[in-house]
């Protein structure tokens, strides 16, 4: 039974993979060429700012790039690049051979893929969305925005949120279930901490978005009005539903980033994590007041000053657990021996520049000083400062440091500093003015300004440092292919101070991840074996056959079903040059194809068992792969 | 997986939390139905700030029939005491009385889907068309989500049903059986929610 | 403890030169930096004081990483391996109660600013009562006590509060005059927002749309002029006066059908843009062509010309008109100027 394992080769086996591993990569690739979409968006942006009055491109252009720009960093860029070290890493981390549902992982990953295209393909058919990535109604209603632009935005955000939300079931049933014994929680790794935060922030506020992205798609295709003041509905409400999500959706961001650099510093100052229980309990403090302070983006829209003055409180109290992290971390530095590479670089990095967020939040906070800073270029500077200057020098930090797990080979590192330097000075120089542009009285999202207002020296400077950023995410990519074409060299421990359980199998992980699981006697597992002087983990079970989950295409089937059932929701009203292609679409013949797609899917794999198949203890000697 | 060589007499106690995979599910459903709690509590807020915007529609109190709706809540609710003893035939391994409850609650959840889209069908004759009005769109979305719910679970539990026949109780299907459960409980708790809000506190006005 | 004191001691002066630059910053009639009235000046005063606060929290976080990168970088040869600490209570404790002690002189000015700004003058009969409504893309002032409407220059008196009520006529906009008050949304009707503020100061303020409201978002600015009660009453009766129409009575009958439809020129004309009763003063037309840009009749005319050119997505339509009936129409317009300005002292 074992030895007769249906294996796909090439392109199938990427489309069918159910393996943690692979689906890792899948999404660093696919979240790769999404933020590289989103990066042209930003240059594009800075180039029409560069000067006032500049015609690079039109008022309605400029609005679609922006929407664009945010949607798409935002959910296909970052949140799949967080997917990705989620996926590569987590498992390895807690000694488990694959995530609870490999099946759900890889529909996760294909409706999330899905969506993204279906969203980015808006630019070429229909128009791009253009009513902000907030897509506050009025402007995002059918009246004012009347292209299929907001339609991709809805639609395609849903399709996408069904993978994230899969995604954040997933890694908290696994680590909740498939830890290694001896793991307990106060014994998991930092990352896997806030990946298990993260995934419970995922879990309750996704479900949300997706109410007002189904209540949005009512109001614009079925003639609803949720939102349609004329018959009642109410357009404030939507910025509630959307912020009741897209606050925690800053966290389900910023928290993995605090993971990465708690495992980063700890790992090359050679120390256990100072404080890690109050580092525990600040990252669920601030996942948990994160349901609580929607309304902070919400102080000039007149909700009152009670309502104000309590979010305004509860808003400033997260600076106090976020504060016990960035102090936790200084500290851990604190009497360690700090290796520099690029990873340590962009952990460093992430410091000040997080801090210098974070404060910019309080001040935000406060709401009768933000009647000043709201919807100015001062928003845009802090939460560029938090997203970018926290999150994305966080994923930058945990790429450089799990890249040899994930491929077996090192990055260079001299392009890998190279890569630090432009970016975190194009950073800094692109986003530092912005504060003062905002506090000048430059409004946010505008397409132009004039001259004689105080801004055209900083809007300059804030254009180059985004082309130096751009220079550095180059030099990324080109340090991505050089490292390619070497060998797969790197040693089990490529950093010789690896703490926890990935560092503890061959770079890249085996199939199966573990030969035998290890048994984990403490906090940094690996680390305490080693200064007991053990090489190896102690294992919890004796080498036996290995059971896999089957690779399968019914993933990829059900996305592309409700790929298509989206394009047929969409175009429902359309009129069309065929009147075949007008019937298909006008009866909602297509919608109904994509549906059947999905739903056959999910008929299949709910009759047709996966027995699954086992890699016996022979194979594994074979291969000469020993835990 | 050597789920197929458990005969019916060899399972244990809780045949659904038998295996990693089973443990999996249950516990991997539980947060489900916390995301889906999330979902309606935003559909409840919806309705909520909305349900007095009636425009030139007709309200509440005019429209609600409340005999049918506590029909069709009286068929959901005994629906919910039929998935349980299902349940527990489950746990005593009895596939006979498990599929004849679970029959039973197949078409008690047809009986309520037809009395909601009989109700359905009404209201809209009477001019309360899903576009009249706030209130009106937020209604139907509600109610209209829940009963969406229930016909996929009215779907999910035949093909069950079908399914047990097929390969018998083992620890692969127990999982599925026990999950369909929950999720039936869950539909029911938030037709109770449906059904105080939207109806009780509807007719009030 | 002298040594803390020493060391807040040696921030002072850098808080005295930040605030010195923050001030430098940006145009008086247009930054917050620079606030020109009661509540701007309020929200500088919580800005200073939350900027002051968090740069000494950024030196202390940059102090103390600065020290580590140095003090504890790996150096060759070494081979020991650093003390694990698990934590410190002690420490712990410092770095959760400061943050609170922080915050806590944070949330008091926080709070009382909160419940002043949202002080409600929409009965008071000595404020002087705007309903400011915002359209795609310009505002509109009326003041139902002088029985007045106007767009895009709102005119008020320097001795009395501003009580304004907003809403839209389509889209969410927000009303943002940064040098004067901060900004308020405007929602649609039935979620009216209400706000007030003062401008002690004469002089003409800018104003901004701050709220992305469709393609030219960007170009919704606005003037507030604050002028003596003596000039502002004149205003009034100004606007009120009856209407001037073009002397040649064929370009009078022209405009009349065709700007009048949806303008207004003192008692005259629609509603459905603008006002333009002494659009020949204003600093600039449709809120972006500027005296840079050309004179008022050259910049009436590019703007009537092609008005989707100058804003695009403008509600404006091209009216079909003569060249003779353009040039005629925007010298009319160029020339139609109150004196108030000029009035008294």
């Known amino acids: 039974m074992a030895h007769s394992v249906k294996r796909y080769h090439g392109l199938m086996d990427w489309l069918t993979t159910v393996d943690h591993k692979k689906i890792g990569i899948l999404y660093l690739l696919a979240g790769g060429l999404f933020f590289l979409i989103g990066g042209i968006e930003a240059i594009l942006i800075r180039i029409q700012l560069m000067q006032p009055k500049l015609d690079f491109v039109s008022a309605e252009t400029f609005n679609e ?38 099946f759900l992982n890889a529909l996760g990953f294909w409706t999330f893929f899905f969506g993204g295209v279906l969203l980015n393909l808006s630019w070429v058919i229909g128009g791009a969305p253009d009513a902000g990535w907030t897509s506050y109604m009025p402007l995002a209603s059918n009246t004012y925005s009347n292209t299929h632009g907001v339609d991709f935005y809805s639609i395609g955000l849903q399709i996408a949120g069904i993978g994230t939300l899969l995604g954040g079931i997933n890694f908290l049933v696994t680590i909740i279930n498939m830890r290694a014994p001896g793991m307990s929680f106060m014994r998991m790794p930092m990352f896997t901490w806030a990946v298990f935060i993260t995934s419970a922030l995922i879990l309750f506020a996704f479900p949300a978005i997706t109410v007002g992205l189904v209540l949005l798609t009512f109001d614009r295709l079925f003639g609803a009005n949720f939102f349609e003041v004329a018959n009642g509905g109410n357009a404030v409400l939507w910025e509630h539903i959307f912020w009741i999500f897209g606050h925690p959706e800053v966290y389900i961001l910023i928290v993995p980033a605090f993971g990465i650099i708690s495992e980063v510093i700890s790992t090359f100052s050679r120390k256990r994590l100072f404080g890690y229980s109050s580092m525990v309990f600040a990252t669920i403090l601030i996942g948990f007041l994160g349901f609580m302070v929607w309304a902070h983006h919400m102080f000039t829209a007149g909700l009152g000053p009670v309502a104000n003055a309590l979010f305004s409180i509860a808003t400033m109290l997260i600076a106090v657990p976020t504060g016990i992290k960035i102090f936790n971390w200084l500290f851990t530095l604190w009497g360690g021996q700090l290796t520099f590479n690029t990873s340590s670089l962009f952990a460093i990095g992430f410091i000040p520049t997080f801090v210098m967020g974070g404060v910019t939040g309080v001040m935000l906070a406060s709401a009768p000083a933000d009647f000043q800073y709201h919807d100015s270029y001062f928003v845009v500077a802090h939460f560029h400062y938090v997203i970018v200057g926290g999150l994305v020098l966080g994923l930058f930090s945990g790429l450089h440091y799990w890249w040899p797990k994930m491929f077996g080979r090192l990055l260079n590192e001299t392009l890998g500093r190279l890569t630090f330097w432009t970016f975190f000075i194009g950073f800094h120089l692109t986003f530092f003015v912005q504060h003062f542009l905002g506090l000048m009285g430059m409004p946010r999202r505008v397409f132009t300004y004039l001259p004689n207002q105080g801004f055209d020296t900083l809007n300059l400077i804030s254009s180059i440092g985004a082309f130096l950023m751009g220079v550095g995410t180059i030099i990324f990519l080109l340090n991505i292919t050089i490292t390619a074409r070497k060998p797969k060299d790197a040693a089990n421990d490529p950093w010789g101070d690896g703490r926890t359980l990935e560092w503890t199998i061959p770079s890249p992980a085996p199939e199966h991840n573990f030969t035998q699981i290890p048994l984990v006697r403490g906090l940094d597992a690996y680390w305490k074996e080693k200064v007991a002087g053990n090489k190896e983990m102690p294992a919890s079970e004796p080498i036996g056959p290995i059971h896999m989950p089957s690779a399968s295409i019914i993933p990829f089937l059900m996305s592309v079903g409700l790929f298509i059932a989206g394009f047929g929701f969409m175009f429902a009203k359309d009129e069309f040059a065929s009147s075949f292609v007008g019937m298909l679409f006008n009866n909602y013949i297509v919608a109904i194809i994509g549906l059947l797609i999905t739903f056959g899917g999910m008929f299949c794999r709910s009759v047709f068992d996966d027995h699954g198949w086992h890699i016996e203890p022979e194979d594994l000697e074979d291969k000469g792969v020993k835990a | 997986m050597s789920g197929h060589a458990h005969l019916d007499n060899k399972l244990p106690h809780q045949p659904e939390l038998a295996t990693l995979e089973g443990r999996n599910k249950v516990l991997g459903f539980w947060l489900f139905l916390g995301g889906e709690s999330v979902l309606f509590g ?104 829940h009963g969406a719910h229930v016909a996929f679970g009215v779907v999910w539990i035949t093909i069950l049903i079908a399914q047990i026949f097929k390969k018998g109780l083992t620890v692969v299907t127990a999982p599925k059986i026990y999950v369909a459960g929950i999720y039936w409980h869950f539909i029911d708790v938030v037709w109770v929610f449906i059904f105080t809000v939207v109806y009780l506190m509807g007719k009030v006005g | 403890m002298m040594n803390r004191w020493h060391a807040v001691k040696r921030l002072l002066p850098i808080l005295a030169g930040l605030a010195l630059l923050l001030s430098a910053c940006g145009r008086a009639d247009l930054s917050t930096l620079q606030p020109q009235g009661p509540i701007a000046e309020k929200q500088y005063d919580l800005m200073k004081l939350s900027i002051g606060m968090m740069t000494v929290v950024v030196v202390i976080v940059f102090v103390i990483l600065g020290y580590v990168l140095v003090r504890f970088r790996k150096r060759p040869g070494q081979t020991d391996i650093p003390k694990q600490v698990e934590g410190s209570h002690k420490l712990e404790i410092i770095w959760t109660v400061i943050p609170i002690i922080l915050l806590v002189i944070l949330v008091i000015p926080t709070v009382k600013y909160v419940f002043e700004f949202a002080e409600d003058y929409s009965k008071d009969k000595n404020a002087v009562q705007v309903k400011v409504t915002s359209h795609q893309y310009w505002w509109e002032f009326e003041y139902p006590q002088y029985g007045v409407k106007t767009g895009q220059e709102l005119v008020i008196p320097t001795s009395k509060k501003i009580s304004l009520q907003l809403n839209t006529a389509d889209v969410l906009h927000s009303f943002w005059v940064p040098s004067l008050f901060g900004k308020i949304d405007t929602n649609p009707e039935g979620t009216t927002n209400k706000a007030y503020f003062e401008a002690p100061k004469a002089g003409v303020y800018f104003g901004k749309c701050a709220e992305l409201c469709g393609p030219s978002h960007a170009l919704m600015d606005f003037k507030v002029k604050a002028v003596d009660d003596a000039k502002f009453d004149e205003w009034v009766k100004e606007m009120k006066a009856p209407a001037v129409l073009p002397e040649d009575p064929a370009l009078a009958a022209t405009f009349e059908q065709k700007c009048l439809s949806c303008h207004a020129v003192g008692d005259k004309g629609g509603t459905l843009g603008p006002n333009l009763t002494g659009i020949g003063n204003k600093q600039a037309i449709a809120s972006v062509l500027l005296g840079t840009d050309g004179t008022v009749e050259e910049n009436l005319k590019t703007w009537i010309s092609d008005p989707v050119k100058v804003k695009p997505g403008s509600k404006m339509p091209k009216v079909p008109l003569t060249a003779e009936e353009l040039d005629g129409i925007s010298k009319y317009l160029a020339n139609y100027k109150l004196n108030y300005d000029n009035s008294g002292n």
């Open chain 1, 65 to 102: 790039l922006i929407t664009m720009h945010g949607t798409t960093m935002i959910f296909l860029a970052v949140m799949p690049i967080i997917f990705a070290l989620m996926n590569a890493i987590i498992p390895l981390q807690i000694g488990a051979r694959d995530v609870a549902f490999p």
């Open chain 2, 42 to 145: 935003t559909l409840f807020a919806t309705f909520l700030a909305l349900r007095d915007q009636i425009a030139d529609g007709k309200p509440g109190t005019e429209l609600f029939q409340l005999s049918t709706v506590a029909l069709a809540t009286f068929l959901l609710l005994t629906s919910s005491l039929t998935s349980v003893f299902a349940t527990q035939a489950l746990h005593r391994h009895n596939v006979k009385s498990m599929v004849n409850w679970l029959i039973v609650t197949v078409v008690l959840g047809l009986g309520f889907l037809g009395l909601e889209i009989y109700e359905f069908f009404e209201y809209v004759h009477e001019g309360h068309k899903f576009s009249t009005s706030a209130f009106s769109s937020s209604f139907y979305t509600l109610v209209g989500f």
